[in-house]
């Protein structure tokens, strides 16, 4: 946040709304697109925290809401529960993404310095992350920027890397635009941000159902 740290981006991002595109690629490898959008209302922590991601497959649309930790899903404004699959990847990108690291403080987090490692020439210190409940997130931090350039962790014995790139500043906010995901070295998903505002009105209405 421009160095303003915790009180800059409590102040700027108390609300968020994304639009953008997937591209999910299926044990087949043939990839799916996805248009979606995003709105989150910023709470005390990602316990907190409510957010609703609407995404329109070619054969399919429909939303997922979480509020208080619990997750729904919504399609025509009717509530339905969605698979434990697709519940897990929802919440992995909430659990393992960068809000873990910026606001481990909030989550109350145990930090831990990790060492340093190289990857492509890029030196980077390693940041581990544990949640209170026990979900561990790796940052590489690049030596250099000291921005995070990537974030690793392992699920169910898969092994999960996420690269961040085209990082660029929206609204005072280091935002990365493009980010890469794979599992056991295969990427399975790819996700690049077209639009992205902090602190218009979010309408509350947006994570109730029916």
């Known amino acids: 946040g421009f160095g303003g740290g915790r009180a800059r981006l409590n102040q ?30 910023r709470g005390e922590s990602l316990a907190n925290e409510k957010i ?12 997922l809401i979480m ?9 025509n404004n009717t509530a339905f529960t969605p698979r434990d699959e697709v519940i897990k990847n929802f919440e992995s990108t909430i659990y393992h993404g960068l809000e873990a690291l910026f606001r481990y403080k909030e989550n109350e987090s145990t930090v831990e310095l990790a060492g340093r490692d190289k990857e492509m020439g890029v030196d980077y210190y390693m940041v581990d992350v544990t949640d209170k409940k ?7 931090v690049s030596v250099k ?12 014995g898969v092994k999960y890397k996420r690269k961040f790139y085209d990082q660029r500043y929206a609204q005072g906010t280091l935002v990365p635009y493009r980010s ?10 790819e996700q690049d ?3 992205i505002t902090f ?10 159902v029916g």
């Open 12 to 41: 700027s991002r108390k609300t968020t709304f994304e639009r953008g595109k997937m591209s999910i690629i299926g044990q087949n490898g043939k990839a799916e697109p996805v248009n979606y959008q995003r709105w989150i209302i």
């Open 145 to 156: 920027s000291l921005r995070v350039l990537m974030l690793t962790y392992e699920d169910d």
């Open 67 to 75: 509020d208080q930790e619990n997750v729904i899903g919504v399609y």
């Open 52 to 63: 609703r991601l609407d995404q329109e497959f070619p054969s399919s649309r429909y939303g």
């Open 134 to 140: 026990a979900r561990k997130t790796r940052f590489y």
């Open 180 to 189: 890469v995901l794979t599992a056991d070295g295969k990427v399975v998903e």
């Open 193 to 195: 941000i077209s639009s």
């Open 199 to 208: 602190g218009q009105k979010v309408d509350e209405d947006l994570f109730k």
